[in-house]
């Protein structure tokens, strides 16, 4: 019996206080110019933002770690589906397109386009319809470039890679004008970077449109978790505090 004992003192430990499964690691897609949404932070080289934090702290209660991958917006919805990685958390809208390809979580944050013009120009621009005739710019992939287009109202709809690389050409006088993310937009222009453009307040947004995360389609039970976390952290006010973190305005939800 005397050397039954340990044997079954360490069954009973695996039983009852084995340790723990280690949590998995999740690759996440991000873009690296998403003021302040995601964005590449110089100092440590690492992808920052409000989704970076967002998807960490859904991460935590949902029981997996994130490694974030920088990736160029236009990728990132092909890089989920082809299993290069395992979430999205960007700055991208939850749209009736997007949505037949990937998954969505529950809205993280509601929001429309901005617009910038050089600085010169002091125009109180309200709509599409007042730039008629001119050559503006829009991000690829963004929910924006098509009513652009479709509104057949533009010389030109040029399209861009990324957002800093519209405000250059509108600081330059390349461009008459630049749509993209309102508040990257703005982030943007409040950093002083680009001291020839400037936002325009009285533009009335015709996409308006929430962010969410987002999974493959087969990752239900992923998506699951990741909407029970999101409750959860609305509830004990971590997402607010996230946002307010990164000096966002308040939602421009539609209800």
């Known amino acids: 019996m005397r050397n039954l004992f340990p044997g079954l003192?360490?069954?009973?430990?695996?039983?009852?206080?084995?340790?723990?499964?280690?949590?998995?690691?999740?690759?996440?897609?991000?873009?690296?110019?998403?003021?302040?949404?995601?964005?590449?932070?110089?100092?440590?080289?690492?992808?920052?933002?409000?989704?970076?934090?967002?998807?960490?702290?859904?991460?935590?209660?949902?029981?997996?770690?994130?490694?974030?991958?920088?990736?160029?917006f236009s990728t990132l919805i092909p890089a989920l589906t082809a299993s290069k990685i395992d979430i999205i958390s960007a700055a991208m809208f939850i749209t009736a397109p997007r949505k037949e390809i990937v998954a969505f979580?529950?809205?993280?944050?509601?929001?429309?386009?901005?617009?910038?013009?050089?600085?010169?120009?002091?125009?109180?621009?309200?709509?599409?319809?007042?730039?008629?005739?001119?050559?503006?710019?829009?991000?690829?992939?963004?929910?924006?470039?098509?009513?652009?287009?479709?509104?057949?109202?533009?010389?030109?709809?040029?399209?861009?890679?990324?957002?800093?690389?519209?405000?250059?050409?509108?600081?330059?006088g390349r461009l008459k004008a630049g749509f993209a993310d309102a508040p990257i937009l703005a982030y943007y222009v409040k950093q002083g970077l680009f001291p020839g453009v400037r936002i325009v307040e009285t533009l009335k947004p015709a996409v308006v449109a929430s962010v969410g995360i987002s999974v493959r389609k087969a990752d239900a039970d992923l998506l699951g978790r990741i909407d029970a976390a999101l409750a959860k952290l609305k509830a004990d006010g971590t997402v607010q505090k996230i946002l307010t973190k990164w000096g966002l305005p308040p939602s421009a939800d539609r209800s």
């Open 9 to 72: 003192c360490a069954v009973l430990a695996l039983l009852l206080g084995g340790p723990a499964r280690a949590e998995p690691t999740l690759r996440v897609g991000a873009t690296a110019t998403g003021l302040p949404f995601t964005f590449l932070d110089t100092k440590t080289n690492t992808i920052q933002g409000v989704m970076v934090d967002l998807v960490t702290e859904v991460g935590r209660q949902a029981g997996f770690s994130v490694a974030v991958e920088p990736l160029q």
């Open 105 to 172: 979580s529950e809205p993280v944050y509601s929001y429309g386009e901005g617009l910038i013009v050089p600085k010169a120009d002091a125009r109180d621009y309200a709509s599409f319809a007042d730039l008629k005739g001119e050559t503006v710019g829009a991000q690829v992939g963004t929910a924006f470039v098509e009513p652009l287009k479709k509104s057949g109202l533009f010389a030109e709809v040029k399209i861009y890679d990324t957002i800093p690389d519209i405000i250059r050409d509108v600081n330059a």
